[in-house]
């Protein structure tokens, strides 16, 4: 069993910046790829970025690219989403998932076998 523990979610003017960190219980964890994903009011869960287990192979959402940047730190048990240049359409709230595969990302939430209990992100206008 995995468990993802969110944090570094709040409010932020448009423009602005936030860190999120998403730390993992497990000894593993360097065998799983980790994504974030988000969730914005009335609307279906959508990919934003995931990593591979080594950090080699990173994947973004057209949304996000250039703004956000994913990581990870295997010897913390944690991957971090950096967000940059926020924008209204950010707004939701942000979820970590961890996936058990050899090689490569997903972008599919379905394919991930553990989520965290979310953070919130407000970006005002």
């Known amino acids: 069993q995995v468990q993802l523990v969110e944090s570094g979610g709040g409010l932020v003017q448009a423009g602005g910046s936030l860190r999120l960190s998403c730390a993992a219980s497990?000894?593993?964890?360097?065998?799983?790829?980790m994504g974030w994903f988000r969730q914005a009011p009335g609307k279906e869960r959508e990919f934003v970025a995931a990593?591979?287990?080594?950090?080699?192979?990173?994947n973004y959402a057209d949304s996000v690219k250039g703004r956000f940047t994913i990581s990870r730190d295997n010897t913390k048990n944690t991957v971090y989403l950096q967000m940059k240049s926020l924008n209204s359409e950010d707004t939701a709230v942000y979820y970590c998932?961890?996936?058990?595969?050899?090689?490569?990302?997903?972008?599919?939430?379905?394919?991930?076998?553990?989520w965290g209990q979310g953070t919130q992100v407000t970006v005002s206008s």
């Open positions: 998932a961890a996936e058990l595969r050899v090689m490569g990302v997903s972008t599919i939430s379905q394919r991930y076998d553990y």
């Open positions: 497990v000894s593993t964890f360097s065998s799983y790829a």
């Open positions: 990593i591979s287990r080594s950090g080699g192979v990173r």
